[in-house]
C-alpha cells in the first residue's frame, strides 16, 4: 500500500474507531468514567460491530456527495454539490440507523432542507456545534484524488459542506482548520511542527470569503460585510490554537484534556481538544484515541477528531487490527478510499 492510502485510510477508519470509543462515554463525566471502567478508564473499544455515531454516518455521507459530484464534474462545482450535500444529508436524516444521538442543528437543517427551501434559508445561522467538523474529514482525503486540486478547494468545500448545516463563522473556520489538520499531517507535516503552520494558515485566511459556495449567508444583524464575518470566526479558531500550546507546554496528560480546550459541544473547542490529544502521543494512536474518549465532554466527536489525526500521521497498520476488523461501516470507507483511484 502507498504511503497517502496508508495514511487516508488511517485516518478514515481511525476517526470511526474514535467516534466508537467515545461513544460509550459521550455523556460520562471523568468521575463516572472512571466509576464504570476502573482507574485506566476505557481502553478497548466494545461491541462487535464496533457502533459508531453519526459523526462518521455524516463523513460517510460528505464523501458519498463528493463521490456523486466528482463523476459529473471533476471541478466539483457549487450547484452540483449543493445538490449531491442536499441529497445525502436528508438520506441520512431519514436513515433508520440515524438513532446514534444526532445532533440538534443537523436535525433541524436536514428537516428544512427537505422542505426544499433554499439552503441559506435552510440552515442554523447561529449555531457553532461541532457537527460539521466532525464530519469534514473526507473533504481533506480528496485533496490526494488529482493534482489539480488546490488548498483553496479543499477550504472552499470545508466551509460550505458545513455551511448548509452550521452556518456560524466559527462553524465554517473550524471545519476549514480540521481539513487542513489533515491534508498537513497526511502530506507529512511533522506534528512538532503542525499547530505553528496551523496558526500561519489561520493568519492566512483571517479575511477570505468563499463567496461562489457561501453566497450571502454572512449576511445577518450587526455584520457588515462577508470580510467581518469570516474573520470572527477565524479570531476564535486561533484562541483554540493558542490553547493548545499552552497545554502542550503544560503536559498535563493525566487530566481530562477538556480542562485546557474546552469539552468539543462547539466546533474550535471540539478541534482543539481533539488536536491535543493527538499532540500528546503523536506517534502513538491508541493512547491518543484512549486520552480522547476518557474526556468529560462530547467524547465521541473529540476521539473522532483525534483519530483522524492520529491516523493521518501513522497510518492504518498503527491501529489494532482487532479495532480496524471490527469497526462498522467498513464497506462505506473502503468505497470511499477506493473511488480516491491512489493504487499506483
Ligand atoms: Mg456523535
Known sequence: ??????????????????????????????????????INGL????????????????????????????KKDATINFSNFEN??????????????????????CLKACENLERGITWTEATLKNSKGCGANMRVHPVAYFKFKNNNITNADIAKWAQFQSAMTHAHPTALAAADLT?????????????????????????SQMHIYHEDFLENVWERPVVFNSKEFIERGWKEC?????????AIAKNDKSSDPCIYTGEGWIAEEAFATGLLCFLYYPNKPIAVLRRAAN??????????LAGSFAGAYCGIDELPNDWVNRIEY???????????NLEK
Open 330 to 340: 467498513q464497506n462505506e470507507m473502503n468505497e470511499f478510499i477506493d473511488f480516491l
Open 295 to 304: 474526556s468529560s465532554g462530547d467524547s465521541d466527536s473529540i476521539a473522532c
Open 238 to 246: 486561533i484562541l483554540s490554537l493558542e490553547k493548545v500550546k499552552t
Open 84 to 105: 449531491a450535500l442536499r441529497t445525502r444529508y436528508i438520506e441520512w436524516y431519514n436513515d433508520p440507523e440515524n438513532n446514534r444521538a444526532p445532533g440538534n442543528t
Open 43 to 70: 481502553t478497548e473499544p466494545v461491541g462487535n460491530p464496533i457502533q459508531v455515531t453519526d459523526d462518521t454516518q455524516m463523513a460517510i455521507a460528505v464523501g458519498k456527495s463528493l463521490m456523486d459530484c466528482y
Open 1 to 38: 500500500m502507498n504511503n497517502i492510502l496508508n495514511k487516508i485510510k488511517g485516518s478514515f477508519y481511525g476517526s470511526a474507531i474514535g467516534d466508537g470509543l467515545g461513544y460509550t462515554t459521550e455523556f460520562l463525566n471523568m468521575d463516572q468514567i472512571y466509576n464504570r471502567f476502573g
Open 179 to 203: 481539513a487542513m489538520t489533515v491534508v498537513k499531517l497526511i502530506e507529512g507535516v511533522s506534528s512538532d511542527d503542525i499547530l505553528e503552520e496551523l496558526i500561519e494558515y489561520a493568519h
